[in-house]
């Protein structure tokens, strides 16, 4: 184990055979270096635009969001992973009345399962070099894990804005474990495949995407129905809302390479619970504070708090 653990080579073949064992879908290295391909300008270009709307913790940490290596003293190696999150629709798309949440929601929030296997990674790399340090991420802090999966080799960034894996579609949480030590490192960039398709911009009922890869938070119905703390939702957006009560998945339901590919998830933490797969009105109605903790204990859906997701249901029924 000792010869192993010295060579980079033989200790990436290890972390990723690991990665994969734990349940990942597909791993990529990459080094711990700031952005040198445009990715730090674009993001300011999408603030300068205000399309975060009022997400503010998407303006703060710039600094850290250009060198992702600095959010850990002595990063030297940053390990992407992708982890499949997909579950069929079990209501009626062609009810027009039907509620709908979006998948990513419906199991465990991903923020425990995700960083679970991360950390069980770094353990793995303890074991074969002990005085390792790393630390875990996903999407809990200021890393731009798309561009970061992109130059590790797990996919191309879409025009929906997300990131797609070849031959397996974009229902995938991202993350990363920075880690301390020298490591063989991905090169080889998945070329863009969407083409000339624009189904995902013809798709959206509020024209949320407003150009190939950049979404409109203003206009998007996850944020008003995940993030978004007021009372009521714009005309354009109520109007719009086509039953989803929280998040939206139509940018991914009409890519091609979704309907192609994507494949049901094996995670038992992401299948849906009993008012996430096939929600009803009167029963996310019926919920008071005890009973909505109690059913969305560890899931995404405590994020708008009992009364947002009431307040959802209400935009898409009255």
Not at 84 to 89: Q, R
Request: aromatic share 10%.
């Amino acid at each position: 184990m000792t010869a192993l653990s010295s060579s980079p080579a033989e200790l990436t073949r290890l972390i990723k055979e690991k990665a994969l064992a734990l349940g990942f879908a597909k791993v990529g290295i990459v080094p711990a270096e700031p952005f040198q391909n445009g990715e730090a300008e674009r993001l300011q270009a999408w603030l300068t635009r205000g399309f975060q709307a009022d997400m503010a913790w998407m303006v703060t940490h710039y600094d850290k969001r250009k060198d992702p290596g600095s959010l850990m003293d002595g990063t030297r190696s940053i390990v992407c992973v992708a982890m499949n999150y997909f579950n069929p629709d079990a209501y009626d798309r062609d009810d027009p009345q039907a509620l709908k949440i979006a998948k990513y929601a419906r199991g465990t929030d991903y923020h425990y399962v995700v960083k679970d296997r991360l950390k069980a990674l770094l353990a793995y790399v303890q074991t074969l070099r002990p005085t390792a340090q790393g630390r875990a991420l996903t999407d809990s802090a200021p890393i731009m894990e798309k561009p970061l999966a992109v130059q590790a080799g797990l996919g191309w960034m879409g025009k929906n804005g997300n990131l797609i894996l070849p031959g397996m579609g974009s229902f995938f949480f991202l993350g990363e474990l920075l880690l301390d030590v020298e490591l063989d490192y991905d090169t080889t960039v998945v070329p863009d495949q969407c083409g000339r398709c624009r189904r995902c911009l013809e798709a959206c009922p509020t024209e949320a995407i407003v150009e190939p890869s950049v979404v409109d938070a203003n206009r998007c119905i996850a944020y008003w129905t995940i993030e978004y703390k007021g009372e009521q939702f714009p005309a354009a957006i109520r109007e719009n809302l086509n039953g989803w009560v929280f998040g939206c998945d139509i940018c991914q339901d009409v890519c091609p390479w979704n309907i192609k590919f994507a494949s049901p998830t094996t995670e038992e933490a992401f299948q849906p619970r009993p008012l996430t797969g096939n929600p009803q009105q009167d029963a996310l109605m019926a919920l008071d504070e005890e009973a909505f903790l109690e059913a969305f204990r560890k899931s995404p859906i405590k994020r708008p708090k009992l009364s947002g997701l009431q307040r959802n249901v209400r935009m898409a029924t009255e």
